[in-house]
């Protein structure tokens, strides 16, 4: 019982911010993302009756009991879906640098959702799939889905409502994204724990629920209509909201650093000089800049000219998770999945 699946990472043009449930990761809003080309996770699920407990390995390294246990805790979602008691390994690569100031959980957990469900016998659509990855890390539930994404929020206590769907292809309307890579020092307040402060402590966190929604309708009518300068100018605007947020609370937080400011700085620049192009900034001081293909090299040569800039990625929009054979894998992720390959046993 084995399955291999692909899935990328995707940036969240209107933001995921705070969760109405914890455990069960349904959130406060509804989102809206593109999912990237550039960066991916490649995972292959083995159940058999032969293992005596789920391992996981990531990078062709077998990881600690703290991480087994979080990919377990997913697996038995899966399990009880599928009334199935068997233990797994897991094998992940991520093609996500670190570095890049990408989330490698979204990509992560869409790709093992997907090949564990499909592991385990599980025929499920992809919105269930979704529904399943939104468990192991909200923006998760994007990544199912390949090119423009909104994920709703839904209505139901137990979140059988709460998943993500398409809402445009991305070869429909190519846009670039680069990630700018900033100097970062700070020690990072992690998402999960920022959006619960926020949520808990902050005063401006009604500001935000009072219009996210409304960015949403927006940013979904703009990529419809392909509007470029209406879609950038509410990703803009929802993002500082969301980190207006983070000012209020208790203690107070920023994700912004003097660096994150300079890249704000040049990208109102070059607005001003008639260059459509417009950032927005996650849970981090990096920042991904919007614009439309033509003007990404200008762009890019701008931004890598600030001094405080490390170093820029560029992405375009990427496909949704995708069941693979064995036999499509090559490189590094071959070398690494096969490692750990189950082979031993006859069940
Ligand atoms: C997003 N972020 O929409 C928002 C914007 C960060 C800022 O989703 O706790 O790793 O695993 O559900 O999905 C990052 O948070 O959080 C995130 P959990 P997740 O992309």
């Given at each position: 019982m084995e399955a291999l699946a692909k899935a990328h990472t995707n940036i969240a043009l209107i933001k995921y911010w705070g969760k109405r449930d914890e455990t069960l990761f349904l959130p406060m809003n509804s989102s809206l993302s593109i999912t990237l080309d550039a960066f991916y996770t490649t995972t292959s699920v083995e159940f058999c009756s032969c293992l005596k407990s789920d391992m996981f390995v990531l990078n062709g390294n077998l990881t600690n009991e703290e991480e087994t246990k979080k990919i377990s805790n997913f697996l038995d979602k899966v399990r009880a879906l599928a009334g199935v008691n068997l233990h797994a390994m897991v094998s992940s690569v991520n093609n996500?640098?670190?570095?890049?100031?990408?989330?490698?959980s979204a990509s992560g957990f869409a790709a093992l959702a997907l090949a564990a469900t499909k592991a385990i016998g599980l025929d499920i659509d992809h919105s269930i799939v979704s529904r399943i990855a939104r468990q192991g890390s909200?923006?998760?539930?994007?990544?199912?889905?390949?090119?423009y994404v909104e994920w709703e929020k839904g209505v139901a206590a137990d979140g059988s409502d709460s998943y993500a769907s398409p809402i445009m292809d991305g070869e429909a309307w190519d846009l670039s994204i680069l990630s700018v890579m900033v100097d970062s020092r700070n020690k990072k307040v992690l998402s999960r724990e920022g959006m619960k402060r926020t949520v808990d402590t902050s005063p401006f966190y009604s500001g935000w629920l009072d219009t996210v929604e409304e960015d949403l309708e927006i940013a979904k009518g703009a990529i419809i209509n392909r509007d470029f300068g209406l879609l950038g100018k509410v990703v803009e605007a929802n993002a500082l909201k969301m980190h207006a947020t983070t000012l209020g609370a208790d203690p107070p937080f920023t994700y912004f650093q003097g660096a994150t400011l300079d890249v704000m700085e040049a990208v109102k620049q070059m607005r001003a000089e008639g260059v459509p192009v417009y950032f927005t900034i996650d849970a981090g001081p990096n920042v991904k800049v919007l614009c439309q293909p033509e003007n990404e090299a200008y762009v890019q040569k701008v931004l890598a000219a600030?001094?405080?800039?490390?170093s820029i990625y560029l992405c375009h929009p990427g496909p949704g998770a995708k069941v693979l054979s064995r036999s499509s894998l090559s490189g590094t992720s071959k070398k690494m999945l096969n490692q750990f390959h189950h082979h031993s046993c006859t069940n």
């Open positions: 996500v640098p670190t570095s890049a100031g990408f989330a490698s909200g923006s998760a539930c994007r990544s199912v889905y390949g090119g600030i001094p405080t800039v490390q």
